[in-house]
DNA sequence: AGGTCGGCCTGGCAGC
DNA sequence: TGCTGCCAGGCCGACC
């Protein structure tokens, strides 16, 4: 799944290559991608406008455009952004939902196998700022992002560890990938509830965040099944995990098998021994 | 108000 | 073999 170091991967491809450049022509195949707007609606939006930057911001991707415009995209499972050079036959790309033609001849095709990514037109930088803000927490990679950020955003809350990560209100970009692989880093159970950690485990948390997503942008991001980068490669970051998607195997840490549990309603790999489960809370006697 | 859960969507796979 | 049904998961809205 697109999480921040894949978002990030994407936009660091294309970034140079779509600024400065003209949106001639706009054609969104999939309503869903825009819905509730009409696609014709966003079309209209995007022909003729210049793209100025394309940033990122948690998991979503930000074409900057002028006349205060801003194209925000989100690849939710199994999207993808994808560059086809002018000359090449976008037409046959399996999936396709959105093709955005520049005013040099190349384009940039949306694909997405289930249908769950976005694509919003939005005026003016506040608004913008609102979306975003409403949705997203401090990112991860910025230097404000510091041990106390994370220990004053879990104050109180109750909500199992991972739960936390994966909300983006709390902190922005991290995904089922990401979270395994910090909380594995951490020494941290998934379940434990995030408000009674002790501010060494907020320490081992936050280095175990920015470890994980660090090595994920390192390996161009996982490619576990649809994704792929600007240029339609596959990132390396799959080989990579120490605990994600490795049930049975041993743990990199103790040899001890990792194992399957759910977390938060989503596959969570953690080695129980490295991990330790918070005591189950006492259940009444009868 | 914080936390949890179902729905969206498709392809792959288990099971009959 | 071929069909059905279930599962994966990011985000959002409904619900408790």
């Known amino acids: 799944?697109?999480?921040?170091?894949?978002?990030?991967?994407?936009?660091?491809?294309?970034?140079?290559?779509?600024?400065?450049?003209?949106?001639?022509?706009?054609?969104?195949?999939?309503?869903?991608?825009?819905?509730?707007?009409?696609?014709?609606?966003?079309?209209?939006?995007?022909?003729?406008?210049?793209?100025?930057?394309?940033?990122?911001?948690?998991?979503?991707?930000?074409?900057?455009?002028?006349?205060?415009?801003?194209?925000?995209?989100?690849?939710?499972?199994?999207?993808?952004?994808?560059?086809?050079?002018?000359?090449?036959?976008?037409?046959?790309?399996?999936?396709?939902?959105v093709r955005l033609v520049l005013d040099d001849g190349n384009r940039l095709v949306f694909t997405d196998q289930r249908r769950f990514g976005t694509g919003?037109?939005?005026?003016?930088?506040?608004?913008?700022?609102?979306?975003?803000?409403?949705?997203?927490?401090?990112?991860?990679?910025?230097?404000?992002?510091?041990?106390?950020?994370?220990?004053?955003?879990?104050?109180?809350?109750?909500?199992?560890?991972?739960?936390?990560l994966l909300d983006q209100r709390r902190v922005a970009g991290i995904g089922n990938i990401y979270a395994d692989e910090a909380l594995f880093r951490a020494g941290i159970h998934p379940l434990k509830p995030v408000g009674r950690l002790r501010r060494a485990d907020f320490e081992r948390l936050h280095a175990g965040i920015v470890a994980a997503l660090e090595k994920g942008l390192a390996h161009q991001g996982a490619s576990i099944d649809d994704y792929r980068d600007a240029?339609?490669?596959?990132?390396?970051?799959?080989?990579?995990?120490?605990?994600?998607?490795?049930?049975?195997?041993?743990c990199p840490r103790c040899g001890g098998p990792v194992t399957k549990l759910v977390a938060a309603g989503r596959g969570t790999y953690v080695c129980r021994n490295c991990q330790r489960a918070p005591r189950r809370r006492r259940v009444p006697a009868p």
């Open 1 to 97: 799944m697109p999480e921040l170091p894949e978002v990030e991967t994407i936009r660091r491809q294309l970034a140079e290559r779509v600024a400065g450049r003209t949106i001639v022509d706009a054609q969104v195949l999939d309503p869903l991608w825009t819905a509730p707007v009409a696609p014709a609606e966003v079309e209209t939006a995007l022909r003729g406008r210049a793209v100025e930057r394309l940033r990122r911001r948690g998991k979503y991707l930000i074409a900057d455009l002028d006349e205060d415009r801003y194209l925000v995209m989100h690849l939710r499972m199994t999207g993808n952004l994808l560059w086809v050079a002018a000359g090449d036959d976008a037409a046959d790309r399996a999936h396709l939902r």
């Open 120 to 164: 919003v037109v939005i005026d003016g930088r506040e608004l913008l700022e609102r979306y975003l803000d409403a949705r997203l927490g401090p990112e991860p990679l910025d230097p404000g992002f510091t041990p106390d950020v994370l220990r004053a955003a879990a104050h109180g809350r109750r909500a199992p560890v991972k739960a936390f």
């Open 231 to 250: 240029n339609g490669e596959q990132g390396s970051m799959q080989n990579e995990f120490l605990i994600h998607l490795r049930a049975g195997q041993p």
